[in-house]
């Protein structure tokens, strides 16, 4: 089968973009005398709420005006309420978080038939830094909209509390409940207090004003608090990221002092005004409970061509820089000087993720990266400690570690020039164990999209692991009977009811990201273990370990899955339940056994030749980044062949990769496994099947041969641009020529479609991405018969990459020279997006045939491709 180059398509033509059909909604709400009689009497007494909580909190830090956060909750979407904040006297807009709420007499949705459903919906919450002086606006406001419609004249810009106020659920103060929720504190401090650590060190973020005397005033506020009840803040751990809205530092205090979180405790900073949340700080990332036993790698090693700069980096810990599998292939920068104390045999996660990085998986013997990769070291081990963990340090900010790194690598720092800012990929195989993602955009996550967007890179992030053990609905007498279709049935079952405790870890629901799940595959082949139990067979599966989505706004995450190792498991000595069966996951011990993905690992002292097996996430997202390397060559390749006024300037090969990454997935196997389970669930109707197959899957798993290269059976387009909202550049239109042969004969077809783009973030409103582009449904073309047999349309535009695959087996009418043409559209979707600003993308195409038969098509479609250039020139 003979490979052949991607092609380019011809420069496409502009247009209007095509109108999406606005969401009505279906949200019934309360009469407007429900509203008054339920809220008079709170609005009134917050003057005196607030008075209370300054007489609690004692003297007032250098003279403060008296200020409380107020959580207004409205029933379903109000856009761009942060506007009438803003031209609200006192009051400051802190940010807008998703919620649900269930129904009741009030509030509640209907169906197309109008009848009454009872199931939770959407909400939102407004969260304002309130004074007196704001009080007295809201309750003016109040006052107003008790009036007839026509009297209410609301000032120009605040209009939008009327709709508040007949949408709203609730009216409170922030409280210590909202301050810890869904931060992973609490457990966080569990395993605090099972180690016994006192005091404890965590993260205060503060209510971020935007003015540099307020959050001056609201640190030393905090400081003060803290140090009346034997706490303290960490030097120079403070951080303030404007551009984010970013306002943290590390604090420590008395374990005891969270011993209650109620309302009720007497710890005065728990109650702060200026503290919007309290979050754990160094999280172990990959730790061993004892030294494994390893492997000698004697293949020969090919050594790295020099004097070419690194684009992938990688955000991890140390790796083994003397390795035999990675000496001269990576280039450590260690500003902060991690590497002391940082002992050869700690370095285990990040010697890994840069063998699979640079080596792949060595079990396929596929040649290493020609360039080295840049590391930059954000893990540690705790001083002391000989277990090997790895740790995020406990007194600096993740964010700081990450935002200072990038900011390195394309700025420089110190006065110093950029240490890499040739970087396209940033490889971040890093979770919080603490903070599984449900409903609310992590700080994280915005760093990393705010930092995508700022920089024009790529994060590639780990979807993270589920390290658990798994009780079978299978007796424990019949299970080593049972055939290997029906375990993995009963294993599939089991993560789909335990779905809400395998959600995605932070940071992986950044929308300008790929987020990268583990398939149940390697590239060991078989292994005889008898003992040691694989549950799932199809290699289009995830595994068991492997976290699932949704992300943010039910976007699609992960993305794509990507052979992370088959994780193994072995029946537990003790079966407690008899119509059950009990499987322990293995781990740290089968380092030395396939199967798994082979990487380099540190060995004992001056042994640099170890490698072992590893499985998860982690390594799915290095193996992506691995296959992005190699896309990054091919597109320098492609460039060597093309003519000066087709070659692909560098500044697209960002969107590009990302287009192509997820452009070579599929479901495959695992979308009738996956739907036969699916459809007998409660509540799921044959139209929602597709949509609840994403959070297992994403858009499939990679093949990374169908973006490598072309067959003369399978064709791939590569369309790239800016587009902007303005009227007459928010479309552009490619044009993909069509093979005369397809028109004459019955054959198996496959159309692909990528669209993939960087967006700009509007971080006041829970929309939060300001840039939305789309292209139509080609699923009636006017020229190919195509159905959609897979995936959901409308949910793919949820994120940045839409990806859409379409079949047909007939015989098509039409003429030599006609085209299935494809429209990119650009619309705003958060406000703030200036009509000046372009959004630039890339659009993926490919049309594919089964490869048995005689009929070849890339040098049909590249001919025409070539005539419509010439005649474009």
């Known amino acids: 089968m003979a490979k052949k180059p991607l092609l380019i398509f011809p420069r496409a033509s502009s247009g209007s973009r095509d109108t999406l059909q606005p969401f009505t909604g279906n949200i019934i709400y309360p009469e407007k005398e429900t509203q008054v009689q339920k809220f008079e009497n709170r609005i009134s007494e917050l003057d005196r709420v607030l008075e209370n909580q300054t007489a609690y909190l004692g003297a007032n830090p250098a003279n403060l005006v008296a200020e409380m956060i107020l959580v207004l909750e409205v029933a379903g979407d109000l856009k761009d309420f942060f506007k009438a904040v803003v031209a609200t006297p006192g009051m400051e807009f802190l940010g807008e978080l998703q919620s649900e709420i269930d129904p009741d007499e009030n509030f509640y949705t209907v169906n197309g038939d109008g009848e009454r459903v009872d199931k939770r919906f959407g909400a939102r919450l407004f969260l304002t830094m309130t004074n007196q002086a704001a009080l007295r606006e809201l309750r003016a406001y109040w006052e107003k909209y008790k009036l007839n419609r026509d009297e209410q004249n609301f000032v120009h810009g605040t209009s939008k509390f009327r709709i508040l106020f007949d949408r709203l659920k609730d009216l409170r103060p922030y409280s210590i409940a909202d301050r810890i929720y869904d931060t992973g504190l609490e457990n966080y401090l569990d395993d605090m207090r099972l180690l016994e650590v006192d005091p404890v060190k965590f993260e205060i973020e503060l209510a971020f004003k935007n003015d540099t005397a307020k959050d001056a005033r609201a640190y030393e506020e905090v400081n003060i608090l803290l140090q009346q009840n034997n706490g303290r803040i960490i030097e120079n751990s403070r951080v303030v990221i404007p551009e984010i809205a970013y306002h943290a530092f590390i604090a420590e205090a008395p374990i005891r002092s969270f011993d209650d979180l ?39 090693v090919a050594e790295s061509q020099p004097g070419l700069n690194p684009i992938v980096a990688l955000l991890d810990g140390l790796p083994l820089e003397n390795h035999a599998l990675l000496v001269g292939k990576i280039n450590v920068d260690d500003p902060d000087d991690f590497a002391r104390n940082y002992l050869a045999q700690s370095r285990v996660h990040g010697t ?40 995020l340090p406990d007194d600096k900010l993740p964010i700081d570690l990450i935002h200072r790194a990038v900011r390195r690598m394309f700025e420089g720092e110190d006065g110093n020039p950029p240490t890499a800012p040739q970087i396209k990929l940033i490889n971040f195989s890093i979770g919080d164990p603490f903070r599984p993602f449900h409903h609310n955009i992590s700080t994280w996550a915005k760093l990393i999209d705010w930092l995508s967007y700022k920089y024009n890179v790529l994060f590639i992030i780990s979807a993270g692991n589920k390290v658990d053990d798994i009780v079978l609905d299978i007796p424990e007498a019949d299970f080593d009977q049972t055939s290997a279709a029906d375990v993995q049935t009963a294993t599939l079952k089991k993560m789909i009811e335990g779905n809400f405790d395998r959600k995605i870890l932070t940071p992986a629901e950044s929308i300008n990201s790929i987020t990268v799940g583990s398939s149940h595959n390697d590239s060991h082949g078989p292994f005889n273990f008898p003992q040691r139990k694989s549950l799932i067979t199809s290699p289009f599966l995830l595994s068991p370990i492997s976290r699932i989505g ?8 992960p993305e794509i899955l990507m052979a992370g190792g088959r994780h193994l498991y072995r029946k537990h000595i003790r079966q407690t339940d008899p119509e059950k069966t009990h499987l322990r996951i293995e781990t740290g011990e089968s380092i030395v056994h396939p199967p798994g993905n082979l990487a380099a690992m540190p060995g004992a002292p001056g042994d640099i030749q170890k490698v072992g097996y590893l499985t998860g996430t982690s390594n799915a997202a290095a193996l992506t980044s691995n296959l992005g390397a190699k896309l990054y060559e091919m597109l320098l390749e492609l460039n060597e062949e093309l003519p000066n006024d087709q070659k692909i300037p560098e500044r697209y090969f ?25 459809r ?18 994403g858009y499939g798993t990679v093949d990374s041969e169908k973006i490598l290269y072309c067959t003369d059976h399978r064709v791939t387009l590569i ?12 479309a552009h239109t490619y044009s993909f020529p069509l093979p005369p042969s397809l028109g004459t004969v019955n054959i198996d077809k496959r159309l692909a479609i990528s669209l993939a783009w960087i967006s700009p973030l509007n971080f006041k409103t829970a929309q939060y991405r300001k840039a939305h582009l789309f292209f139509d449904n080609l699923e009636n073309n006017g020229h190919l018969a195509l159905s959609r047999n897979s995936h959901d349309f409308k949910l793919g535009r949820k994120g940045t990459v839409q990806h859409d695959v379409l ?29 000046q600003e372009s959004i630039k993308y890339a659009l993926t195409v490919t049309l594919e045939i089964r490869e048995n038969v005689h009929t070849m098509i890339y040098e049909e479609i590249q001919l025409r491709l070539q005539q419509r250039i010439r005649e474009r020139i």
């Not at 009720?264 to 030294?291: M, W, Y």
């Not at 949704?550 to 995450?557: C, E, L, R």
């Not at 020279?817 to 009509?835: F, M, P, Q, Y």
């Open 550 to 557: 949704f992300g943010y706004n039910n976007s699609i995450k």
């Open 807 to 835: 079949t047909g087996e007939y015989a098509d009418v039409f003429q030599d020279g006609d085209t299935i043409n494809i429209k990119v559209s650009c619309r705003e979707d958060a406000s703030g997006l200036s009509r």
């Open 352 to 391: 890994a993720m840069a063998s699979l990085i640079i080596n792949g998986d060595l079990s396929e013997e596929s040649a290493p990266l020609n360039r080295p990769i840049y590391v930059r070291p954000i893990l540690k081990p705790i001083a002391n400690n000989q277990s090997g963990g790895e740790f």
């Open 719 to 730: 369309g790239f641009g800016e587009l902007t909202t303005r009227t007459g550049q928010d």
């Open 654 to 678: 960002t969107v590009i990769l990302k287009a192509l990454l997820v452009h070579g997935s599929s479901w495959g196997e695992a979308q009738e496994i996956i739907t036969q389970i699916i």
């Open 680 to 697: 007998t669930l409660p509540g799921i109707s044959p139209q929602t099947v597709k949509r609840n197959i994403y959070p297992y899957l």
């Open 262 to 300: 109620s309302e009720n405790t007497n710890i005065t900073f728990l109650k702060s005004q200026q503290i919007l949340f309290f979050r754990p700080v160094g999280q172990s990332i990959f730790d061993l409970a004892e030294e494994p036993q390893l492997l000698d790698y004697n293949s020969e």
